[in-house]
């Protein structure tokens, strides 16, 4: 079998694989940018089989077309461009173009904080929040429930804070909401608190949601021989940032950062 032969096989294979994504609805292109790698193909013409690179003002290059360009479209719309002037330049009649993109350099996301591998990772379709943390290997054990997305609006951005806990407890996806390109996504460090004096391991303790006082003694081991849960005292921050000092009952709510002090008893 001749090379021209198997390539046309191959863009067949292709060009029926397009046609049944876009028959099964996945309109969720991205759009092509700079660094993007494109692998363009023309039905019968494998000699325009062309490998290249968008460059950094947007454009490709393209046989017997030149320069093109193709920041700001998605592959269908950049197939568009390139058969209508192959064929507005009568180079070919009613060309079949197809860009396949080898890799979105241009579509990438941040993901910082408290996951398992930070960084930035390619958003190729469509991808969701809850998607694009498990790209990151998921949240740590040090994280917090609360997603932090930063994003622009074109004019300025945009910060959005997404309890993932509720959501998933609620099975409410509808917080799960689509990712786009150069969205910043930070996992936020888990709430804590202190507990020392008389229990058997003070220390620092993760803040679970709705946590009571007794929980918290219970966290951190119970009480020794010599403490009471009499005049139990909490330091807690106020809105301003001052330091203050309250009383507290075993039923009281656990606050972020909250300093429990368990007293020794007298008797």
Not at 60 to 71: C, K, M, Q, S, Y
Not at 102 to 119: F, I, P, T
Request: hydrophobic fraction near 40%; aromatic fraction near 6%; proline fraction near 3%.
């Amino acid at each position: 079998m001749k090379k021209t032969q198997i390539l046309a096989i191959i863009f067949m294979a292709l060009w029926v694989i397009c046609i049944e994504n876009a028959a099964a609805g996945e309109t969720g292109e991205s759009v092509l940018g700079p660094g993007d790698a494109l692998r363009i193909f023309v039905y019968g013409h494998p000699d325009m089989t062309t490998e290249t690179k968008v460059s950094e003002t947007g454009k490709i290059t393209f046989p017997l077309v030149g320069e093109v360009i193709v920041d700001g479209l998605t592959p269908s719309e950049a197939e568009r461009k390139i058969a209508n002037l192959l064929e507005s330049r009568d180079i070919l009649r009613k060309p079949q173009v197809m860009v396949v993109a080898a890799s979105l350099q241009s579509q990438m996301v941040s993901v910082l904080g408290n996951v398992r591998n930070q960084g930035r990772y390619p958003i190729e379709g469509k991808r969701t929040l809850i998607e694009i943390l498990a790209m990151a290997g998921g949240v740590i054990p040090e994280g917090g429930e609360l997603i932090t997305l930063i994003r622009s609006d074109g004019k300025k951005f945009v910060k959005e804070v997404i309890d993932v806990l509720e959501m998933v407890r609620s099975g409410d996806l509808s917080r799960d909401i689509d990712i786009r390109s150069n969205d910043l996504i930070y996992v936020e460090r888990a709430h804590r608190f202190y507990i020392y004096g008389e229990v058997q391991r003070a220390g620092v303790y993760r803040l679970e949601r709705n946590m009571t006082v007794m929980q918290a003694l219970s966290v951190g081991g119970g009480l020794t021989l010599r403490g009471t849960e009499r005049g139990l005292r909490i330091q807690r921050r106020d809105v301003d940032g001052n330091l203050k000092e309250i009383t507290a009952k075993s039923g009281d709510l656990i606050q972020p950062d909250d300093v429990i002090y368990i007293k020794e008893s007298l008797f």
